[in-house]
């Protein structure tokens, strides 16, 4: 279990996270990173931008 960086709610987590990981907050649907494993730790994932190819 961790806490949403956004709304603040709870966040379950599978046994098996790994850093870098993306999964969403069940309450308000934020994008979120797994930034630790033990003890986890979210934060907000970043943007991603388009690469046209380059």
Sequence with gaps: ???CPVCGGDV???KNIVVGELIECPDCGSELEILTVEPPTLGEAP????????
Excluded: K, S, V
């Design 1 to 3: 279990m961790a806490e």
């Design 12 to 14: 379950e987590l599978e």
């Design 47 to 54: 943007e991603t931008e388009e690469d046209w190819g380059e």
